[in-house]
């Protein structure tokens, strides 16, 4: 592809963009581009313009785009039934949620619940953990006791919408909303102390607060910048919850499914130092960009807290969906795609930092999901360059570059995009 091809919008790309602004929400701001077709990492823009994707749909689409078996699996679903209610199972959703829970390692009698987001997922997570509050000593308000509380941490992104909302740190986009749901605070990241101090403030009398239901964290704060907790941080975090009788849910909506290189990221020893947590949340890979997310609880105890009525969704679990999940799930199995996210990320992020290009500091993350820290904040104008020159990468921070290449990416395609890459000038106007 010629770069002079991308120096401008084409006609059709400029005539798609302008009928999108006419009819839809301004909630994503002007798109980049109108996109048509995919395969593997690439990807055509309605002008026939072509671009290797480190997007992959914000680590949605693991497989890439037009996978065969992923299509064929959704075509043959589809010829038989694309959905049913939740009143009849499928066997579809019943081999999926087996699958999740024997890649997890979950404990006999965990179960799974399908949704069909990572917010959904993490909305789930936390009605189980408010029904889990409610059988803590003086969390009872019938004898005078006090709500339990969930803790999250600054900086972490769990959805939009009012539940996952309540949990996700950014100001920016919880302010307008509040108030919001009751009795989920913050505590610094990765600050052993804070997170000791939520804990200690559990008590009776006028200061005293509820007990601590669950702690909730991603292990990478991905919409922070690609930004690990760190495993003793973590291990200690678990130890807390263990000593109070609290839960700790990961969300792994976006560092699940093999995308660090391990099926789920609290299975490396350097993310969680072998913790294993009480609640586990997935989406985004999960599907392969089919619309899926959900829960796993660990062990019959906690699982057994969710009776009929207490959660549910009409779509989710549909066979469509689930054939797309397990049809994505063996790919990467059978492909070995898991080892490829850890021998391509570290690829990539040598290859980044050998590129000699003065305005990377430093990439951080593990597998296929890293961030390029940039010099200066100039990431959406590096972000607009490299897509001007056919790579789409994410400007996560004001100085960080977020890249979730497809699990399929190929040596070919790091070499091509850390070529792309190494050409950023240094000299780009700030955010």
Request: negative net charge.
């Amino acid at each position: 592809m010629a770069t002079e091809q991308l120096e401008n919008l084409g006609s059709e790309d400029a005539k798609w963009l302008g009928k999108y602004s006419q009819v839809h929400m301004n909630v994503f701001g002007t798109p980049l581009r109108v996109m048509d077709y995919g395969k593997g990492a690439h990807i055509w823009d309605v002008d026939g313009n072509e671009y290797l994707d480190f997007l992959a749909g914000i680590a949605v689409n693991a497989l890439g785009y037009a996978h065969p078996k992923w299509v064929k699996a959704i075509s043959e679903q589809a010829a038989k039934a694309a959905h049913v209610s939740n009143y009849f199972a499928t066997e579809p959703q019943i081999k999926l949620a087996s699958k999740l829970i024997e890649l997890a390692g979950a404990p006999e009698g965990s179960h799974v619940y399908f949704g069909n987001s990572g917010a959904e997922g993490n909305e789930a997570a936390l009605k189980l953990a408010k029904l889990y509050g409610r059988t803590l000593p003086g969390a009872s308000p019938a004898i005078g006791g006090k709500p339990a509380r969930i803790i999250a941490m600054t900086h972490g992104f769990h959805g939009r919408t009012m539940g996952a909302l309540s949990a996700t740190w950014k100001p920016a986009i919880r302010e307008v909303f509040e108030p919001l749901v009751p009795n989920i605070e913050f505590v610094e990241a990765s600050d052993d102390a804070a997170l000791h101090d939520a804990f200690a403030e559990t008590g009776p009398g006028k200061y005293g607060k509820g007990p601590v239901a669950a702690v909730i964290m991603e292990l990478i704060q991905g919409e922070a910048g690609v930004r690990p907790l760190g495993a003793d941080y973590v291990k200690k975090a678990r130890q807390m919850c263990d000593d109070n009788n609290a839960l700790l849910i990961i969300d792994e909506v976006q560092t699940g499914i093999g995308r660090t290189g391990s099926w789920f990221a609290f299975q490396r020893e350097d993310l969680a130092g072998g913790v294993v947590p009480d609640i586990v949340t997935f989406a985004k890979g999960v599907a392969g960009g089919f619309p899926m997310g959900g829960m796993i609880s660990f062990g019959a105890k906690l699982s057994a807290l969710f009776t009929p009525g207490s959660h549910g969704s009409t779509f989710a679990g549909n066979p469509l969906g689930a054939a797309a999940a397990l049809a994505t799930l063996e790919t990467i199995e059978e492909d070995g795609l898991v080892s490829n996210a850890e021998a391509r990320g570290q690829q990539l992020r040598d290859g980044i930092m050998a590129c000699g290009n003065p305005l990377f500091v430093s990439v951080r993350g593990r597998g296929l999901l890293d961030a390029v820290e940039l010099a200066h904040p100039c990431a959406h104008a590096a972000m607009n360059w490299v897509l001007e020159h056919g790579l789409i990468v994410n400007a996560v921070a004001p100085d960080a570059l977020r890249l979730v290449p497809p699990l399929v990416v190929t040596e070919q395609d790091i070499d091509q995009a850390i070529s792309i890459l190494a050409k950023i000038p240094t000299d780009l106007p700030n955010d």
